[in-house]
């Protein structure tokens, strides 16, 4: 898939705070154009939370985040936010509507088109299953559906959260080729995982650590 | 397709494939109208005096019930925090579900009124000017709805709480909207100045509440 531009994301310091506990702070890291960020830790370190940080839902408590050109030039006119795909915990699949109908909202309301519909069909199989409810998939073909998202309409930045939980193992591997092409064209992708994923991470990050110790 | 007619579209969709919000409230609207002249006794021109009332009354409560739906359910599902990273501004977004739930639930409702009001002895002459004054008054009700469905987002049974809050809001928009009506003031002038109030309630209203929605998404989100 060829994305539009590629970036560099840079994080500077950012700390996290919920409900007045720090969850992390002074986090630092520089992903280039096609590298990849693992983000590991025990449960309630923040995973989740940098992943909303990043995709411009929760307020950074302290430091920045950047997204530069790869020219390094600063992209003023594009928020970070909209450079991302977040694909969540919940798969933000509306029941009433058909797979069809699901991913043609995404196409369109993010700017993919026709395209990118069609993309977003066959990125993860779902062709076969294209008229039926989302409300009858299973886990596993929900969660299928949220990650043909990624594929709506081509973004450089993807925020896995926990992408391969209720995946079947042949879909895990069909999902590490996707991060990979991903890298290859140029992409990030920025994945909270447990579990093992093939895909080479350029950089890993373990949260939670400095409280444990 | 552009970002906002896909939201608009998938949102009235919606409202109808999920049968509750649209079937319910005109159900709702008819139950409350068909039991009041049963509790009131069979007095033809006690209930033509009080028609305009009741159907404004119950259109009202008819249109809250369905309002928590407007942001609630993208809310659940997480569907509201992609849309927050898509191409529109949050009150853009708050405004066009607000906007949607006024095309599903609004216009449905007002286009029932006249017919409720055959119930309540409405005198047939007053149809027009209690259509208009509806159609004019109803985007403030879908809008302010909007506020209080996102106050309540994420608290369960929020029903009650979302009434609270955006009943006293509606005053204005009852009382001129019963006045716009009233089949006993006189004189050819008596439509037009609630007209023109209600019409001023729904553009400050369109204008001012999107942006208070967006702040308490922004706000859940968190």
Redesign the interface.
Known sequence: MQLPFSVSLRAHDIACQRGGRTLFQGLRFKLAPGEALLVTGPNGAGKTSLL?QI?????LADGQLAATGADSTPLDDTPL??L???V???????S??SVR?NLA??A????GGESGLAQALNAFGLNPLADLPAGLLSAGQKRKLALS?LFASPRPIWLLDEPSVSLDAASVTRLDAVIRDHLKAGGIAIVSSHVPLKTKFAHELALGLERAA | MSPALALLIRDVKLAWREGGAIGVALGFYLIVVIITPLGLGPDLNLLARIAPGILWIGLLLAALLSAGRIFDNDYEDGTLDVIATGPLPLPVVAGLKCLAHWLATGIPLVLIAPILGLLLNLPIGTFPSLVLAMLAGTPAVSFLAGIGASLTLGLRRSGLLLALLVVPLYVPILIFGVSAVTPYVAGPNSLWPPFFILCALSLASIVLAPLAAAAAIRNALR
Do not use: Q, S, T, V
């Not at chain 1, 969540?88 to 509306?94: G, P, R, S, T």
């Open positions: 909303r995709a411009g839902l929760l307020p936010a909209e991302c795909h977040y969540a915990h919940a798969d933000a699949a509306k009433a509507l109908e909202f995404w369109d309301y993010l700017e998202r």
